[in-house]
């Protein structure tokens, strides 16, 4: 009796939960536009742009706004009015890769991981001998079905698998060379489902288009072992082909169809870009060059374009956050300049990250100390000058608050840290920690940094291997534009490709 007096009958919820019809009714008119429902509506958007920050996850766009814009800034993402959580497991593995989850953003089927725009039926290289399933439809095939013209754009090689889950299918992300020919219209192995063809293909890659016996514009052999010159069979399908610069910028409305490939392997990173030897194009420059070229080719029915910043994933998983975060920056003034190159009212611009990475900001690093509220009584000398990009990158100042006195942060031993940390990856240290402003231990392709400010500073991992691992938490998805009005809540991944769908009405 005391019992139940002291804890009386519950009183009506805070929040009523409606019965499923009810919660149905209740969705319907609170997201008008959040299901995904399959039936076909009047396209909202003539266009689209899906950026793909490959490997970009929400401590990387944080990071990428210190580093650029400051504490306080305002990144182009920062300004989009739509953001949505989005979950990336792949239907095997909790922390997916950039073949699963390409496909599912721009199938809307979940696979495994390693699967290039196939459904989770296809084991990753049919491990099983039971053959594969049927290739799901991309929404660059069911664009090019509507009449729309269709880019992809990429900083990786142009079959790497982001880009190819756009064109091609396939149960490993391995079979590079075989995704060139998917795209090739004389080719046997060819894609029926482009029907024309893509319109615009652009970034790295040339050596997939070559055989081993031939060497490229730069001096650098090609991977393929069938004798071929795809760069010569492109050009006789009627695609122009270009490898610099120079040539990408000087290129005309009536040479569409393009194959660009303006690197052996993957293109350079920004932070290295002006050392490539035929020269090539920024981001920003891709993806200008190639909104203009679709839309100066477009009919009434628009067109769809894929642009990848694909190295922000190949830096963090070489332990270098300096390149992660240059090439991160470059995303974002794309996203800002493409932006504001379009007529937003009959565009949808999605960006979002493929996958996360084992990537932190941690630690208490203080602001530059022009920025700090207070004057404190004293500082160490490394903190007396230096951006808030500089104070990312260094190691981590502290405030003693009983002092007054800032000083480099010091772990349990006495040795300083910095805020930029990876949980695995090459920049495991296999001696003891030292201070990070005398550590020469594990430069970015072997060179000896001069301290955490250093670009070719590898910040240090826990787990040593070779190559740092994605993350599998949550990543951001961004919107602004026609049809963007659906980018709310948490999404899986495969909803991307629903709210791409709608907005175009396929
Ligand atoms: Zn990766």
Redesign the pocket.
């Known amino acids: 009796m005391l019992a139940r007096s002291l804890h009386p009958a519950p009183k009506s919820p805070r929040f009523s939960i409606p019965g499923r019809l009810g919660l149905t009714a209740w969705l319907a008119c609170a997201l008008p536009c959040g299901s995904f429902a399959q039936e076909a509506t009047r396209p909202e958007a003539r266009n689209a742009i899906f950026f793909v920050g490959?490997?970009m996850g929400i401590s990387t766009v944080t990071a990428a706004r210190v580093f650029s814009v400051g504490v306080d800034g305002q990144l182009a993402l920062d300004t989009m009015p739509f953001h949505a959580l989005s979950r990336t497991a792949s239907s095997d593995s909790i922390t997916a890769?950039?073949a699963a989850t390409m496909s599912a953003m721009i199938t809307g089927v979940s696979t495994n991981n390693g699967v290039i725009s196939m459904g989770a039926e296809s084991e990753p290289a049919d491990f099983n001998m039971d053959g594969d399933g049927p290739p799901a439809t991309t929404l660059f095939e069911l664009a090019k079905a509507a009449g729309k013209r269709i880019g992809v754009v990429t900083t990786t090689r142009v079959t790497h698998a982001t880009p190819a889950a756009c064109y091609a299918h396939g149960n490993h992300r391995d079979a590079e060379n075989d995704f060139a020919l998917q795209a090739l219209p004389t080719d046997a192995s060819y894609n029926p489902a482009l029907l024309g063809g893509l319109d615009l293909l652009a970034g790295g890659g040339r050596r997939q288009f070559l055989d081993a016996s031939m060497t490229d514009e730069e001096g650098e052999a090609g991977r393929r072992s069938d004798g071929r010159d795809l760069r010569a069979e492109f050009q006789a399908a009627n695609y122009e082909y270009v490898w610099n610069a120079e040539q990408w910028s000087a290129l005309g409305v009536e040479q569409l169809p393009v194959l660009a490939l303006f690197n052996s392997s993957h293109m350079e990173y920004e932070h290295d870009r002006a050392l490539d030897l035929g020269g090539e194009p920024s981001l920003v420059e891709l993806t200008l060059k190639a909104v203009e070229l679709l839309e100066a080719s477009a009919d009434d029915n628009g067109w769809l374009l894929l642009v990848e910043a694909g190295r922000i994933?190949h830096a963090h998983?070489g332990g270098n956050a300096f390149r992660a975060l240059r090439e991160t920056e470059q995303l974002d003034r794309a996203v800002e300049a493409a932006s504001a190159a379009v007529n937003l009212e009959e565009t949808l611009v999605l960006v979002t990250a493929d996958h996360s990475h084992g990537f932190v900001l941690a630690g208490y690093p203080l602001r530059p100390l022009e920025e700090l509220p207070y004057k404190p009584r004293d500082w160490d000398e490394g903190f007396a000058t230096g951006s808030a990009r500089d104070r990312l990158l260094d190691v981590a100042y502290h405030l003693n608050a009983r002092t007054g006195e800032v000083r480099a942060a010091r772990d349990a031993n006495g040795v300083p840290y910095t805020a930029l940390l990876y949980a695995s990856g090459p920049g495991s240290r296999t001696a003891a920690r030292v201070d990070p402003r005398e550590d020469k231990a594990n430069g970015w392709f072997g060179a000896e940094p001069t301290g955490p400010r250093d670009p070719n500073y590898r910040q240090e991992a826990h787990v040593p291997l070779s190559s740092e691992t994605?993350g599998g938490e949550d990543v951001s998805l961004y919107g602004v534009g026609a049809g963007s009005h659906r980018v709310r809540g948490t999404l899986s991944n495969t909803e991307i490709f629903q709210v791409m769908r709608r907005a175009l009405g396929l």
């Open positions: 490959d490997g890769d950039s994933d998983h994605h």
